[in-house]
């Protein structure tokens, strides 16, 4: 047994497992604040979490950016969203299992002159088989996590020069399936047995961990960052498996799951409440402040994390951390 798992064995607590499924039967705090004027960048908001997101931010007066894969999606959204509420709904298209894309993306938010308020990351997928983007990096924690990471670090300026912002993963529970931290040494995935939960939870965990990193960075700019669990509720995950998988959740799985606007409200709430204005690199589970597991609070894999992410992200080390 290694050091860093008999470290980990030592900091499990079952309190913390009764915390979570107490917390997982409340309802999210509410924010009836208004956010007119405001800008909500969102990524995957064509569907799901993100779609309903989209909407809760609008229907308060805030203007939409929007980071979609597809087109046509991105522009019956914007059409919606304009329509329904008289704000303005932009979108940029980029396929975020991508790096060269990803990067693209972020050039033309650098070239915006408008502050980003709210940054909320919300694209995932969800995956029953090992799948390697065409950049060699397993698909799972490419969309859940490089992505965010390089968004996030190639913004960091800008968003610590405006002097206020809120930065939100939707992140979840499913972290505790790593549940002895990450194999920087197989984080494609290429040495192991691949398994859909695992996968997923290494790259929720590895959010988590360089949000410590990003948190330390901001602190006392105005900026925060903070990572919410959404509740079992109803999603657009899974459409990339086969058809046994996407039967199962369709009419086993489906349910017991609630619909995403608790998720909404929970974003809506830690984006603009002003009860949270001051909290960063916490974990939340709806908006309920939890203690994720020990992995996920181990800030020494979080640096080493981040020197492996700088290279598979393409960026710079030069910049401070």
């Known amino acids: 047994m ?4 008999k470290k980990y064995i030592k900091e499990y607590k079952w ?7 107490k917390n997982n039967r409340r309802a999210p705090a509410l924010c009836e604040s208004d956010f007119t004027g405001k800008t909500v960048l969102i990524t995957g908001a064509t569907a799901g979490i993100g779609y309903v997101t989209a909407r809760k931010y609008a229907s308060k007066g805030a203007n939409l950016i929007c980071i979609n894969r597809n087109i046509q999606k991105s522009e019956a959204l914007k059409q919606e969203i304009e329509q329904d509420f008289k704000v303005t709904c932009t979108y940029l298209t980029a396929d975020l299992s991508s790096i060269e894309d990803t990067h693209k993306a972020v050039d033309q938010l650098l070239a ?6 709210v940054l909320i990351h919300n ?11 065409a950049d060699g990096i397993e698909k799972v924690f490419m969309v859940h996590y490089l992505s965010s990471f390089i968004i996030n670090y190639r913004l960091k300026e ?17 972290h505790r399936f790593a549940v002895w931290g990450l194999d920087l040494n197989d984080l494609n995935w290429g040495k192991r047995k691949y398994s859909g939960l695992q996968s997923y939870g290494a ?21 925060t960052i903070n990572a919410m669990h959404p509740g079992a509720v109803k999603s657009n995950s899974g459409q990339d498996n086969g058809q046994t998988y996407k039967w199962l959740k369709k009419h086993i799985l489906e349910k017991t799951l609630k619909a995403a606007n608790i998720s909404a409200e929970a974003l809506y709430y830690l ?9 960063s690199g916490k974990f939340f589970n709806l908006t309920t402040l939890e203690d994720p597991t020990p992995p996920a609070l181990d800030k020494e894999e979080a640096r080493q994390l981040w020197d492996i992410t700088l290279k598979m992200g ?8």
């Not at 309190?15 to 499924?21: D, H, P, T």
């Not at 915006?112 to 308020?117: G, V, W």
């Open 203 to 223: 790259a929720k965990l590895a959010q988590l961990l360089t949000m410590l990193i990003f948190a330390d960075y901001f602190k006392n700019s105005g900026v």
């Open 271 to 279: 984006g603009v409440s002003p009860e949270v204005e001051h909290i």
């Open 2 to 5: 290694n050091k860093k798992i």
């Open 158 to 174: 800008k968003l610590k020069e405006q002097g206020k912002g809120r930065i939100l993963f939707v992140s979840s529970e499913g």
């Open 123 to 133: 694209a995932g997928v969800y995956l029953t088989q090992r799948e390697l983007t």
């Open 112 to 117: 915006l002159e408008t502050p980003i308020d």
């Open 314 to 321: 393409k960026l710079s080390n030069n910049e401070n951390k």
């Open 15 to 21: 309190s913390n497992i009764f915390a979570m499924l």
